[in-house]
């Protein structure tokens, strides 16, 4: 705990990377991606951490094939080519992150998921990349995901 300049009590702000051990495997979804790569005013530094440790060789960033296709979205709407280069060149090469192919296993486990739960497509693949990854756990801004046994879920608020 802390205090503001006012004086009032503030509760420090718990890492997302509590309690997954050292140098953790996460799947990251997409959401917590873009919050941090368009500096979103209030999440951005939420996910910061996972970003961080990715960075500095602390944690290990994995992201689903959907994730990638989702995050270029954005920019490839707005005709960017430059920006979707550089998340491309982010998101596929930086130290720390690797990308999990959508092959016939993660698609069988994607469908399982989306059976035993109703989630969508998406969102099951990322359920199932992060199992088939052995994840410490799935970082996501999603509270629909929560409710998936067996696989820890960090991130909603």
Do not use: C
């Amino acid at each position: 705990m802390g205090r503001t300049a006012a004086g009032r009590v503030v509760r420090a702000r718990k890492s997302l990377l509590d309690g997954l051990g050292e140098q953790p495997v996460v799947v990251v979804d997409t959401a917590p991606i873009i919050y941090w790569l368009e500096g979103h005013p209030r999440l951005a530094d939420r996910f910061a951490p996972i970003f961080d440790a990715a960075e500095s060789g602390d944690a290990t960033v994995v992201i689903a094939t959907v994730t990638l296709a989702e995050v270029l979205a954005g920019p490839l709407r707005a005709d960017n080519e430059l920006l979707t280069a550089q998340y491309r060149e982010a998101l596929t090469r930086s130290p720390g992150w690797q990308v999990m192919p959508l092959d016939v296993d993660v698609a069988v486990e994607a469908a399982r998921m989306r059976g035993a739960y109703r989630l969508r497509l998406p969102d099951a693949i990322q359920v199932a990349t992060a199992i088939r990854a052995g994840a410490a756990a799935l970082v996501t801004h999603d509270r629909a995901l929560l409710r998936v046994r067996g696989l820890r879920v960090v991130g909603p608020e």
